[in-house]
């Protein structure tokens, strides 16, 4: 139905900067809840951000140096992540959520990619 994939994670330094891509085969329409997660080895998968309709929400430890965003003619989803901390070091993932007409959510992940801060 909905495929994800990840890209655009890396090793940088501490302050530097990243911007991670999510591509999407299949439609991610406006209606839908697109986010970010990320993973550390050994933990939960923790939320990073959301765009639900333009309303964002971002993980207070990322507010002010993470942007999420979306190019819709792209079917593209975005994190542009700044000012980058060790403790940003994870795997992460996009995520979109798609309501049904019945009312249930169908829920989609990518596979995630590696982003790697250290000096």
């Known amino acids: 139905q909905l495929q994800l994939a990840e890209s655009g994670g890396g090793l940088v330094q501490p302050g530097g900067s990243l911007m991670l891509s999510c591509a999407a085969r299949?439609?991610?329409?406006?209606?839908?809840?697109v986010a970010w997660y990320r993973q550390r080895p050994g933990e939960q998968r923790d939320f990073v951000a959301s765009d639900s309709e333009g309303n964002k929400n971002y993980a207070d430890s990322v507010k002010g140096r993470f942007t999420i965003g979306r190019d819709s003619a792209k079917n593209m989803i975005y994190l542009q992540m700044n000012s980058l901390k060790p403790e940003d070091t994870a795997v992460y993932y996009c995520n979109v959520k798609k309501k049904r007409i019945g009312g249930s959510v169908a829920d989609y992940w990518g596979q995630g990619t590696q982003v790697t801060v250290s000096s």
């Open positions: 299949g439609s991610v329409f406006s209606s839908n809840t």
